[in-house]
Every structure is written in structure tokens, then in C-alpha cells.
């Protein structure tokens, strides 16, 4: 049956709206990035990134109702992220999905960033999502292990996560370090690819230790002092070592995430691996979570990289599994900038 849902996306620096038909047909996802904004500080500015959303949202929204051919009136569901993300921003996605219910009378739905990772999954149809699963959620901001044992609702267990640094915003920090701008990841994964040579061996933080949960600083730390040692100030490298050091970290970030999701998959005895958010677009870490889960006979999923960066598209899927669990969100969503994977107590 046909159910056409509106995707806002607006929790960090991407501004997305999507048009998803019952939950998985994407009819249309666009996404104006602001990296541009951002590139010179380094990192995402707060304040100039939720003027940017309040200044694109209305063109983003106008070409993704344009791209599906489909007019206000078509729209069954309104879904939007409701949180984890930067307030300012959060609120401009929320206050449009808000306005937007309000005057058309459509439902609205508050979605969880991190469930809409997981949710992308099922976009173009490309997986269904099973339970139990364990689910390795890597973004900006977020390193997560989550068991998921009610796959409707992405609910489950905390299994593991982020001490310090996550594994998105380590790539983001030895980019800059290295001089490759931001955002790191896609930069460093390209570097990577192109090396051949010998690798730095960079620590592995918490790799044998007991908990599933992990901590990147350090291995930024390493980064910074290998870099402070030889005396290389900020983007000075030689193209060749800059290769051997993305290439040395990338390899340490992945081989961190594949050992702690083999243990938890051993431990909680799944028989499915999904692997989502931005950091899961990395050839590598790909690469080496299909080989893990070929050996351990175990299902894996990955959405298409596309999906796996900030897109309203999963927004849209997830609010689809919302609004039939939870129905209308109403006038009394909120933004909430920490709201988290709620553990379920078992
Ligand atoms: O999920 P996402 O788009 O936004 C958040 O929810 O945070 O993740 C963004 C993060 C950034 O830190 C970015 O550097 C990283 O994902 N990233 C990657 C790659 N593409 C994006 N990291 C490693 N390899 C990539 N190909
Ligand atoms: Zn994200």
C-alpha cells in the first residue's frame, strides 16, 4: 500500500528532505551539503550551521517535491529528526515538519538520528531488517554497538560505545592534522586506497580490553605526536607519507571496530551484522565487516554509502516504522539535541 512520507533532515551540517513511498521506494532524496561553510574552521560551527538550514530548507524542500513530481497534498506522513544533534539546527528541521503538519493537517513524526542510520537498511529495498542483530552505528559524533531484538523499533541493548572521541569525528581530527580539510573520512579512505607501502603501527585503543566499548583520542594523540616527532608542521607532508599515515590510522580505526563487533557477535550469539552511519561508507571497514562475517557464517548489512551519510531518506524510513508503532507525534514534538539509544533494561 501506498504511503508517501516527507524526510527532513537537519541535525548537523546537511540540510536533506526525501520523499520515501511506504517506507523503502526512495522518490526523491536531496541533500545540500554545507561543507563549503564549514571548511575553514575545520569542523562544524553551530551558529552558522543552523543559519544555513534556515536559509536552504525551503529550496531543499521545493526540489525534493519537484524531483518525486508529487505536490504538498500527496504527502501521507511528515517525519523529521528529532535528535541526537546540534540544537540550533534540530530546531529548524522541526519547526518546518511542525509548521508543515499544522497547515496541511498531514501526521509528523520525532525520529532518533541514530535509528534512522539503521534504517537506511531498508531504502531501494536493498535489505529487510532482522532481529536479533547486532548493529554497529559509526557517524560524526556516535560509536555504538547495539544488540537490536525488536527490529519494528530499532530497540535493544547498549552493548558498547563512545568513551571520548567516536570513530567519525577521529577521522575528522587526523584529517586536519594531516592538512586534508573536512571532513576527513571520505578524504582519508581515498588516500588510503591509493597506498601500497609499509603501515605505521599506531596504537589500537582498547582493543583487548573486556568492555565493547571504545575510546579513538589516543590514536589521534599517536597521530599528532608520530607528526610532532618529525618535526612536520600541519600539511607539510610529503604526498607519499601522508598516504602512509591515513592509510596506518584507517587501518587502526578498522581493525578497533571489526575485533570489538567479532567479540559482541561471538558473546551475543546473532546470526546478523548491520553496520550504519557515515564512517560505514569507508572501503576498508566495509570491506573488512563482509570478510568478518563471511568467516563467522553470519548475515551482513551495509547500506549503499550513499546511505550511509546524513540523508532524509532515512529519516522518512524510519518515521514510517514510528508512526505505525507510536502514530502522531502531534504539536508536542520536540528537538531534543541528546536524545540517545535508549537501552532497553532486559
Ligand atoms: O553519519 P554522518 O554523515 O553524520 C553524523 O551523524 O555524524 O557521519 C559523518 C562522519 C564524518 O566524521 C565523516 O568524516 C565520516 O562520517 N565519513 C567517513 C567516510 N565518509 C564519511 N569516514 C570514513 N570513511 C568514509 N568514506
Ligand atoms: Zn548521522
Not at 579513538?216 to 599528532?224: E, I
Request: glycine share 10%.
Amino acid at each position: 500500500m501506498s504511503c508517501i512520507i516527507l524526510g527532513i533532515e537537519t541535525s548537523c551540517d546537511d540540510t536533506g528532505v526525501a520523499v520515501v513511498d511506504a517506507g523503502d521506494r526512495v522518490l526523491a532524496n536531496v541533500l545540500s551539503s554545507q561543507t563549503q561553510l564549514h571548511a575553514d574552521y575545520g569542523g562544524v560551527v553551530p551558529e552558522l550551521a543552523s543559519r544555513g538550514h534556515s536559509e536552504n530548507i525551503v529550496h531543499v524542500f521545493r526540489g525534493a517535491l519537484q524531483s518525486a513530481g508529487i505536490g504538498l497534498d500527496d504527502v501521507d506522513l511528515i517525519a523529521v529528526t528529532r535528535g541526537p544533534g546540534l540544537i540550533g539546527c534540530l530546531l529548524v528541521g522541526v519547526m518546518v515538519a511542525k509548521g508543515l503538519s499544522w497547515s496541511t493537517g498531514t501526521p509528523v513524526v520525532g525520529v532518533n538520528h541514530l535509528k534512522a542510520h539503521v534504517w537506511a537498511s531498508v531504502l531501494d529495498r536493498t535489505a529487510r531488517l532482522a532481529a536479533p542483530a547486532l548493529c554497529l552505528i559509526v557517524s560524526g559524533g556516535h560509536t555504538e554497538l547495539l544488540l537490536v531484538e525488536e527490529p519494528d523499533s530499532v530497540e535493544g541493548t547498549l552493548v558498547g560505545g563512545t568513551r571520548d572521541d567516536a570513530a567519525g569525528e577521529a577521522f575528522d581530527k587526523v584529517a586536519r592534522l594531516l592538512g586534508l580539510g573536512y571532513p576527513g573520512g571520505p578524504v582519508i579512505d581515498r588516500l588510503a586506497a591509493e597506498y601500497r607501502g609499509d603501515l605505521i603501527d599506531f596504537p589500537r585503543p582498547m582493543l583487548s580490553d573486556s568492555s565493547f566499548d571504545f575510546s579513538f583520542s589516543g590514536l589521534k594523540t599517536a597521530v599528532a605526536v608520530y607528526l610532532e616527532e618529525r618535526d612536520i608542521p600541519e600539511g607539510r607532508l610529503s604526498d607519499e607519507e601522508q598516504k602512509r599515515v591515513a592509510a596506518s590510522f584507517q587501518e587502526a580505526v578498522v581493525e578497533v571496530l571489526a575485533t570489538k563487533a567479532q567479540k559482541a557477535i561471538r558473546e551475543t550469539g546473532v546470526r546478523t551484522l548491520i553496520a550504519a552511519g557515515g564512517v560505514a561508507a569507508n572501503r576498508q571497514l566495509r570491506r573488512r565487516l563482509r570478510d568478518l562475517a563471511g568467516e563467522m557464517g553470519v548475515e551482513i548489512i551495509i547500506p549503499p554509502p550513499k546511505y550511509c551519510t546524513d540523508n532524509a531518506a532515512m529519516v522518512a524510513a524510519a518515521g514510517y516504522r514510528r508512526f505505525l508503532h507510536h502514530g502522531d507525534d502531534g504539536m508536542e514534538l520536540d528537538a531534543n539535541p541528546s536524545l540517545s539509544i535508549r537501552p532497553v533494561q532486559r
